[in-house]
């Protein structure tokens, strides 16, 4: 389908793409393997200024938005799901700033994340809050002109490889979700370390640890918005985020669904290649019909962020939890589609099995996309 992409989209996604076949491709099995961080492909990406795609022109950006995150996330992800992670999730740690930064704040750090010089993550997610948001127990209790912070954060993407942390803690632990706060950490601010690294089924290119902070001092001036805005921070983020997710798990299902229709034409049973077979050729038929789907989402969600439209909660929902389910499936089908060939690590589809799964649970698990959709539904009313 024709997306109407500009000049400056396309040439995003010829080097996204060239990056992906020529040096994503040949490492991706081994950094899969080991769980290392691809600080090497990571430099690559720097030195092709993908990083500065979807930033202001004012900070070293590009002047894009989320639709340019999209197109590099799909592009990146078809090739390595965790790889892709490593500007992803840069991506989700710098929205914070881009919403709510002041003019100093976007100044001192936005230049040195478009040259990715320092990557960034986001910190909300503890032991005890996840979809609970309120649950959240890291504290940040005012001290003259900082704030103390002490609690620990789990599961984050580029935990201990980032520079920059957009964390989210408690002021007023009374008020639940409304007494939380942002604040922008740096690595090597005293009191604040990293704990366990996590060994994960999927995504394992993409480093994801622990954030520990025992009596971190962080400077007033690094609040993002005002005291107790920490939910609405976290929200805004994510409903900005989302499609980024989607773009994701729709390279994730591309990539799988490539490699199943290069076997079904080569592999041949019964003296027929199978995708001759009517069976092979239906679930061909849905992967394909299910991916242009989920891509057409994505992208109008992308759109629908950089348009500026306060309400692109429900669309971002939808568009995270289409392709996450889509992927998953799509990428099942394929190892489906190989045998046994499919499931063995010699072809990457089951790695991308793996990888998929990840995309249905993470920025919020698609159980709670179809909450954030339905309540928006009954809001607003059926009417399209």
């Not at 199943?260 to 041949?268: G, H, I, L, M, T």
């Not at 669309?315 to 063995?344: H, N, P, R």
Request: proline share 2%; aromatic share 8%; net charge neutral.
């Amino acid at each position: 389908m024709n997306y109407e992409f500009t000049e400056e989209q396309l040439m995003i996604r010829e080097i996204c793409d060239k990056i992906g076949k020529e040096k994503i491709v040949p490492v991706r099995a081994e950094y899969d393997k080991t769980g290392e961080f691809p600080w090497d492909i990571v430099k690559i990406l720097s030195e092709s200024d993908i990083f500065r795609v979807y930033l202001p022109e004012e900070y070293g950006g590009m002047g894009g938005g989320c639709l340019e995150m999209c197109i590099a996330t799909e592009t990146l992800s078809k090739y390595c799901g965790g790889i892709a992670l490593a500007f992803a999730a840069t991506g989700l740690g710098t929205y914070p700033l881009l919403l709510y930064g002041t003019a100093e704040q976007k100044k001192k750090y936005l230049p040195d994340i478009a040259a990715g010089k320092k990557l960034t993550a986001f910190g909300l997610t503890e032991s005890n809050a996840g979809s609970d948001v309120g649950g959240i127990q890291t504290t940040a209790v005012e001290d003259g002109d900082y704030y103390v912070l002490n609690g620990t954060k789990q599961w984050i993407t580029n935990g201990g490889e980032a520079e920059i942390y957009s964390i989210i803690a408690a002021t007023n632990k009374a008020k639940g979700a409304r007494g939380l706060s942002a604040f922008i950490v740096e690595k090597g601010t005293k009191g604040f370390s990293f704990g366990k690294k996590e060994d994960k089924m999927g995504i394992r290119a993409s480093v994801t640890s622990e954030l520990v902070f025992e009596d971190c001092k962080v400077p007033k001036e690094n609040m993002l918005g005002r005291k107790g805005a920490g939910f609405m921070v976290s929200m805004k983020t994510f409903d900005k985020s989302r499609p980024g997710v989607g773009a994701q798990a729709l390279g994730i299902a591309q990539g799988a669904f490539e490699e199943a229709v290069k076997f079904a034409r080569e592999r041949v049973q019964f003296e027929k290649p199978i995708a001759s077979f009517q069976g092979i050729q239906f679930m061909l038929a849905d992967m394909a019909t299910k991916i242009e789907a989920a891509r057409t989402l994505v992208y109008q969600s992308a759109r629908d962020v950089d348009s500026g439209d306060k309400n692109v909660a429900k669309i971002s929902a939808m568009a995270k939890m289409f392709a996450s389910d889509t992927a998953m499936e799509v990428t099942t089908d394929a190892v489906q589609i190989m045998g046994g060939s499919g499931y063995m690590k010699e072809y990457p589809v089951e790695k991308m099995m793996r990888d998929a799964k990840i995309t249905q649970i993470y920025e919020g698990t698609n159980q709670i996309q179809r909450g954030i959709i339905a309540m928006n539904i009954i809001k607003e009313g059926a009417s399209i």
